[in-house]
């Protein structure tokens, strides 16, 4: 794959990458290099992914050959220098060790929201030049357990509770196996383990697939898992990651203030802790009667007396649970410490938590074991519940609880339909338990006891308080980047809003602020239930359904909003015309319904029959689906998804904001948060559509209000560039004339996409004179011209082959590249002009004298040399069409023509001396402003970079002895460098070897060159 230099940095991409590609892997360089943090929105369908692994595992590879470096240089110094050569030469090579750091090799952890988006990650990774890195996910038991009971419980909190105690019980013959099969070849066979990888594995080899993926952890370059596995500190302890050292990559970043915030709140119902009680009791009861199962007959690791301790302090907190009195009979709020009251009045502190949260636990297994001989007995999930509530709520230090006061509240609220009524004798009502064994005897208020935290801070900085390297944040949607950075409250060095990638005639953006029968569509709460603003929002996507192929993706604010449209449209049959024209499918909220509801909409597309597909924003579908091409065309968005104006969670956080907003720490006011959250569910949206460099598609938003200059401001950069300057809303009659253009044209650019900057097509050639058969098998002519020319139509073909699919992708880049027929594989010259491609040819010549015309390609460099500056490293690859005339007068290109026209045939000394003016004249040293000590340090960089560890260590001992020794350390120095640069990709750096040797060995350098 292409090789590129980015901020110094040997990147191997499958293609030459465009600029917003290049700009993106910059900051994250930048980011790695200079251990700081980044926040990086870069739009759906721009590669992010790809140029995120890249540019992260590119530097973590440099990286390892810098701590060699630095060892070898270590090593050096710990000797005296025998010789002033010696010195300098060791001075040279701490100049290009630079800064010395005592970071060493960090390890990566790439995080998203859900395992199918990690799984797409690592198919990514696979397809990349860095297959090779080593790669494991950390996935639940839900999806790596084989073992059959365990799969059998229903919930993921009793399959983690039944894997506990088959593993605690030595009882998993699965988990036992991991120790004596963890070196087997097979399963350190693929550098890359996902999730599919690690369960056949783990079948094949009859080893626990959840426990052997903790073991290629500590191996991994690179380690996929959940946000919840950084984010909760419980999950972190219990997967035994590391953070200390390590780059953390948190991708589709755009919820992670909600993330955070959940992570530090916990809920817990006085239901709850009524079931807590009756668990213990039931467990003392075991313990008294003389009829113990023989599975609970074994020695305990708790006492009576602390369960009789535990169930007087479950007592305490019930009855102060119990006190929490509801002024207005609905819910009540009250600042964070009134949490820490109430677990303080049942003697619940920071001293014992970890003693009762360990006891709990202990429970939790005791009653697995006892469910295994009844189907009918509780499994502790009360306690689990309990031990969450201990965990949050004591994990912030007590010496802080200041700043947990302003940014945690406690909401009661009455639990709706649990309110208790007045048992019978010896009863309990509603699973509720009175003190001792006794019913209740007074009527109890069902109360939901949260603890909501408002600072996403909090999350934050329980993750950079475990000395992480570097934390990265990036999505196709996290714009305004200001108030997100002030809200996680880390230190950001380094930020970017990139552009889209695709052109302006590839998207189409409006406001339609009316409909066909001009009736306003503003969907306000005083205007969603409005029979006249339905009916027209209906003939706003009839109509636009009339002009949209294929998929028409609807996204409604809400559920009850999507089901009130529909029961509209199909009372005034509406809903009927819309069916005729596509079939019509909704967003289901089972888990199950929608796998299946996807499919059939999908088949719907394959069939050619076009489909709307009607969802919510802030759902599935709107989250984290792919619509390219032609499973989606147009998004039409009916309005703004504020969240519920009255919900006291909303309420609370935009007090919050509104009290805790300084002009110093920038964060938004309550309201500018509340209708930035409204825009962010837009912004995901409407990226569902445009999925990739040559996909297009079509943006509809069906609500007045977003003319306003504010809304307009939230929207992603790329969808601003499109509505333009001053974006107004549109009369509904041109918007569809205009839409029908707009398809018209994409459809006829669809069927050819524009050719990349270093795509090998030959632009024209002129085969009339060809007469041989191109499915004859093929044989060498005589005359060389034929077989260029049929080498050339070859390559056409192959390129035509590619281009008839209409997304340009890495693995078909690769295939084209490498993976070419047997027939063209074995034409002579192709697989040298394939490569060439790849280097730096200045000309590419199928040109003879009886050969038809070829256009030339020219190119410029695209590895840098010493003297290049930043600047000059990041030109891309640039094409010219050269008149085949002007070869014969031009000496480089005649060189490189010759040199393709027959390997075998030897340059002459002058070619030599040509391509080596050739490579001065790209970076000329008497026009660098560098010594000639700075270049040297820059081109020892860049061999570092290009060549193996092993291969860069042979060279400096070859460097090294050819600075202090004779003649024959020059012969020594030649093979290493013949044999570590003698490719033709690393040519260049070869030939820029000879500015640095002695004056005596460069015409003897010059000789071996031309022998070559």
């Known amino acids: 794959m292409p090789e590129i230099f980015i901020e110094g940095i040997a990147v191997h991409f499958p293609f030459e990458p465009y600029s917003v590609q290049r700009d993106y892997m910059e900051k994250v360089i930048m980011c790695l290099r200079e251990s700081s943090n980044g926040v990086l929105e870069s739009p759906t369908g721009t590669g992010k992914t790809l140029s995120l692994l890249c540019s992260t595992l590119g530097w973590l590879r440099t990286r390892k050959t810098d701590v060699e470096f630095e060892k070898h240089v270590i090593k050096r110094q710990q000797k005296p220098p025998s010789t002033l050569a010696d010195q300098v030469l060791n001075n040279e090579l701490v100049a290009v060790l630079g800064k010395p750091t005592n970071w060493g090799v960090p390890k990566v952890i790439y995080a998203s929201r859900t395992h199918s988006q990690l799984n797409q990650a690592m198919r990514e990774l696979k397809r990349s030049a860095y297959g090779n890195m080593r790669a494991v996910v950390l996935g639940s038991r839900d999806q790596l357990c084989i073992h059959t009971d365990v799969m059998r419980e229903q919930g993921n909190s009793n399959k983690v509770n ?164 509801v002024d207005d009979g609905v819910s009540q709020t009250f600042p964070a410490n009134y949490m820490y009251k109430l677990l303080g009045d049942a003697n619940f502190t920071y001293a014992n938590c970890a003693t009762i949260v360990g006891l709990l636990d202990k429970l939790v297994q005791y009653l697995m074991v006892a469910s295994q001989q009844s189907t009918m007995m509780r499994k502790g999930n009360s306690f689990l519940v309990l031990s969450e509530l201990l965990n949050i709520v004591f994990a912030n230090k007590e010496e802080i609880l200041s700043k947990v006061d302003v940014s945690f509240k406690v909401h009661v609220e009455l639990e709706e339909g649990r309110q208790s009524k007045q048992p019978a004798a010896g009863k309990s009502s509603s699973g509720w338990l009175g003190k001792g064994n006794n019913a209740t005897t007074s009527a109890k ?77 503003i969907s306000n709460y005083r205007n969603r239930d409005n029979p006249k603003y339905m009916r027209s929002l209906g003939s706003t996507i009839l109509n636009v359904s009339r002009v949209v192929p294929d998929g028409l993706l609807v996204f409604f604010p809400s559920y009850p909003m999507m089901n009130a449209c529909v029961d509209s449209w199909q009372a005034s049959g509406l809903w009927a015309d819309l069916s005729r024209r596509k079939p019509i499918f909704m967003e289901p909220r089972g888990k199950d319904q929608f796998t299946s509801t996807m499919e059939e909409f999908y088949q719907a597309i394959r069939d050619s029959k076009g489909a709307i597909f ?195 992708t890495p693995e078909e880049y690769a295939r084209a590249a490498g993976s070419m027929s047997p027939t063209l594989k074995s034409t002579p010259g192709v697989m040298d002009f394939i490569s060439r491609l790849n280097t ?94 700075e270049s040297r340090v820059e081109f020892l960089r860049q061999v570092r970079g290009s060549i193996s560890n092993d291969q860069f260590r042979s060279f400096g001992g070859a460097l090294l002895a050819y600075k202090s020794g004779s003649y024959e350390s020059f012969d020594r120095l030649m093979l290493v460098l013949l044999e570590a640069l003698g490719t033709p990709e690393l040519r260049h750096l070869l030939l820029m070897m000879r500015r640095f040797l002695k004056a005596e060995h460069k015409e003897e350098f010059d000789v071996r060159m031309a022998s070559l």
């Open 614 to 808: 009607m969802a919510v924003c802030r759902g599935k579908v709107s989250e984290g689906l792919d619509f390219a091409d032609r499973n989606g065309r147009a998004v039409i968005i009916t309005g703004l998804p504020f969240p519920p104006m009255m919900d006291p969670k909303v309420m609370l956080k935009r007090r919050y904001l509104d009290c805790n907003r300084t002009k110093e720490n920038e964060l938004l006011t309550g309201q500018a948060w509340y209708t930035l959250e409204a825009t962010r569910a837009v912004n995901q949206a409407i990226g569902r559509v445009i999925r990739h460099r040559h996909d297009y598609g079509a943006i509809l938003l069906c609500d007045s209000r977003f003319q306003d200059a504010f809304q307009v401001q939230q929207l992603s950069k790329w969808v601003r560039t499109h509505l333009g300057s001053r974006p107004r809303n549109t009369p509904f009659g041109p918007v569809v004339h205009e839409l029908r253009q707009f398809f018209r044209k994409a459809e006829e650019l669809e069927m050819r996409p524009p050719l990349r900057t270093n795509d090998y097509l030959l632009n024209s050639v002129n085969l009339s004179e060809i007469s041989s058969d191109p499915s004859e098998p093929h044989m060498e002519p005589p005359n060389m011209a034929v077989s260029r020319a049929r080498m050339a139509r070859n390559v056409l073909a192959q390129a035509e082959q590619v281009y008839s699919v209409t997304k340009w």
């Open 445 to 521: 208020t069902a109360k939901i006891i949260n603890f909501w935290c408002f600072n996403p801070g909090f999350g934050m900085e329980q993750l950079l308080n475990t000395n992480v390297r570097s934390v990265i944040l990036t999505s196709g949607t996290l714009a305004p980047l200001k108030p997100l950075i002030a809200e996680l409250a880390i230190p950001v060095a380094h930020f970017l809003e990139n552009p889209h990638i695709v052109d302006e005639n590839q998207v189409y953006v409006k406001i339609i602020g009316t409909g066909p029968d001009r009736e306003q569509l």
């Open 162 to 325: 039944m894997c506990k105690l088959k593993v605690h019980s030595k009882t998993c013959s699965f988990q036992l196996r991991v120790e004596s099969k963890k070196d087997h070849p097979e399963f350190h066979g693929p550098p890359i383990m996902d999730i599919e990888d690690l369960v056949k594995v783990g079948q094949r080899l009859r080893m626990c697939p959840y426990y052997a993926s903790k073991e290629l952890v500590k191996d991994a370059d690179i380690t996929f898992m959940p946000y919840n596995y950084l984010l909760d500190p419980k999950a972190r302890k219990a997967n035994k990651i590391d953070l200390s050292n390590t780059i953390v990559i948190l991708d589709e970043a755009h919820n992670i203030e909600k993330i955070c915030e959940e992570s530090a709140s916990v809920q817990i119902r006085t239901s709850d802790v009524a079931m807590a009680i009756e668990d213990v009791t039931h467990i003392m009861k075991l313990f008294t009667s003389d009829n113990v199962d023989a599975a609970t007959d074994d020695p305990k690791d708790f006492t009576m007396d602390d369960l009789t301790l535990l169930k007087e302090m479950l007592l305490e907190l019930e009855k102060s649970f119990d006190g929490i009195t």
């Open 840 to 933: 730096n040819a200045t000309t590419i010549d199928f040109n003879s004298s009886a050969s038809g015309q070829v256009k030339i390609y020219k190119r410029t460099r695209t590895s840098p040399t010493p003297s290049e500056t930043t600047s000059q490293i990041n030109i891309r690859k640039r094409y010219k069409l050269v008149n085949p005339s002007e070869i014969k007068s031009d000496p480089e290109q005649a060189s490189t023509s010759q040199l393709l026209q027959s390997q075998s045939q030897s340059k002459s000394q002058t070619e030599i001396k040509t391509e080596i003016q050739t490579d001065a004249k790209v970076s000329p040293e008497a026009n660098s402003s560098k010594s000639v000590d």
